[in-house]
Every structure is written in C-alpha cells, then in structure tokens.
C-alpha cells in the first residue's frame, strides 16, 4: 500500500487489510517520499484505525524501495501521482504490472484514487476508512479470499 508520505492513507490500508488476509500474507506501506521516515502514522489516522477496533499505532512511515519490486506481488497505490511515481522506479515489465492504483479493483476508473486526508478533518479520514475498506474487501474477493 502506497501513499504519498506513509502516514495517513497507506497506514489505514495496511491495517484494515491486516485484519482481513490470513497471518501467512505480508501486508505492508509505504510512501513515494521520506519526509516522514521513521514517524508513527498520523494522529487522526491512529484515532480513526482505533474507532474500528484496528490498531495502527506501531506503524512506522518508511520510502518504498527496490526491494519491495521484488519482494511484493502487488504494489497498490493511492493515487495517480503516487502511481506515476511508483512506476517510473520499476526497472522492468513485471514489475510494472505488480502495480496499480488502489480503488480500480471497485471498477469505477473515474473515481479510482483515494483523496489524501491530510489537510482534512476526522470526517475526512473517516471517509478514506470507508473507501480503503472497500477496496480491501474487493481485493480479496478479486483473490478469492474469504474474510
């Protein structure tokens, strides 16, 4: 799950799919820049992740890097600007395909990037909860994987 700095969209997606694939999958995020290296996720995003009984808290913010091409199957980004971001550091096809935005697994290509809470309220990042739930939930049914 990639986002822009780590600590607000991508935190939420990888906690609340987390919740939903077995302990054998290795879900993480990460961000398209380092400002927020080493930072637990935003507040509001920890405040809204706990309201759902999802604990976020421990998350650390980090950069993707090289080795999350090789060491993910699927790289989802949050929205077009990250996804330009990501792609342009694949050094091949399959890695390439590995990613995508998030939401185009609901089908709505329109409305297919996740907006960034950041400058928003807990309304805001209550929204992105529900939309990151969404896609988690038809992403596992894209995986035939019951929750």
């Not at 809204?48 to 980004?77: L, M, V, W």
């Not at 409305?111 to 809470?117: F, T, Y």
């Amino acid at each position: 799950m990639v986002c822009l700095g780590n600590i607000c969209r991508s935190p939420l997606a990888e906690g609340i799919m987390k919740t939903k694939v077995p302990e054998s999958f290795f879900i993480d995020s990460a961000g398209t820049i380092s400002i927020h290296e080493g930072e637990h996720p935003d507040k509001r995003a920890i405040k809204t992740a706990a309201n759902h009984g999802i604990d976020i808290s421990k998350q650390r913010s980090r950069p993707i890097t090289k080795a999350d091409f090789e060491n993910f199957d699927k790289i989802y980004c949050m929205d077009v600007d990250v996804l330009a971001d990501v792609v342009s550091k694949t050094k091949n096809e399959e890695q390439r395909h590995k990613v995508s935005l998030f939401l185009e697994v609901l089908g709505d290509h329109e409305n297919a990037e996740v907006p960034d809470p950041y400058w928003g309220g807990m309304d805001d990042f209550e929204n992105v909860f529900q939309l990151l739930e969404k896609g988690c939930d038809a992403i596992l049914a894209q995986l035939k994987i019951k929750n």
